[in-house]
């Protein structure tokens, strides 16, 4: 069975530094993942996405991510916060299971961004 | 280019009523369409997806139902709605084909649903 771990459920940081949002799967095949972005009462947005091509895979508003097998993380890196980016951030796992493939879906972690 | 429409945005309902919410998608054709219902502070669940007109799956047991009734019109209903069916629902849609379940999901912009 696939699983998603965000790590963290809360993440602070201030306007202009770094952003780190980290991820780690669970897949018995080689899986896709995604990162989603959902702002207060509204549908979730989709950053970025890997389907086995590049290992570091940029997405919208200056996201990116990297895929490393060995370690099983699919973390979300922005290198300069923008107040915008207060959102709650999910990390998902697409892979075959039973018989057809399926998404999983972190619990989310909270980005709040301090002016 | 496609648009994946929900509504109401909001509904507050009474313990025991019916309730209905639709969502209907624009620009593509034999969509997958899915339900998703997001508890407070929770991640999301999947409650029912779609492949075509009139196929429904289940994937929790539940007080909801879905129906397809056209190719780019999903429903989510209930008889009689309970306390903990209040949630923020969202449908969503992926390019057709059973084999393309697990593909690339686009969210609508949500239903909240508050059961009184």
């Known amino acids: 069975a696939q699983s998603v771990t965000q790590l963290d459920s809360h993440v602070s940081v201030s306007e202009g530094t770094p952003v780190l949002l980290r991820c780690n799967y669970s897949?018995?095949?080689?899986?896709?993942l995604f990162w989603y972005v959902q702002h207060p009462n509204k549908g979730l947005q989709l950053l970025l996405k890997?389907?086995?091509?590049?290992?570091l895979v940029k997405g919208i508003n200056g996201f990116e991510a990297e895929f490393k097998k060995s370690e099983t993380s699919f973390h979300l890196t922005k290198p300069s916060a923008h107040m915008s980016d207060a959102a709650e951030y999910f990390c998902v796992v697409s892979a075959w299971e039973t018989g057809r493939r399926a998404l999983t879906f972190g619990s989310g972690t909270r980005l709040q961004v301090q002016p | 280019s496609q648009t994946i429409h929900q509504w109401p945005a909001t509904l507050v309902q009474p313990v025991g009523s019916p309730l209905s919410l639709e969502c209907t998608v624009e620009g593509t054709s034999n969509p997958n369409l899915y339900w998703y219902r997001q508890a407070a502070g929770r991640g999301l669940q999947l409650l029912f997806y779609?492949?075509?007109?009139?196929?429904i799956s289940s994937e929790v047991p539940q007080n909801l139902s879905a129906s397809r009734p056209q190719d780019r019109q999903f429903i989510l209903s209930s008889k009689k709605l309970l306390l903990s069916d209040s949630g923020f629902y969202l449908c969503?849609?992926?390019?057709?084909?059973?084999?393309?379940?697990?593909?690339?999901?686009?969210f609508g912009p949500g239903t909240r649903l508050t059961v009184l």
């Open positions: 779609s492949v075509g007109i009139g196929q």
């Open positions: 969503a849609w992926s390019k057709g084909l059973a084999s393309t379940l697990g593909d690339t999901q686009y």
């Open positions: 890997y389907t086995s091509a590049a290992t």
């Open positions: 897949s018995s095949y080689s899986p896709s």
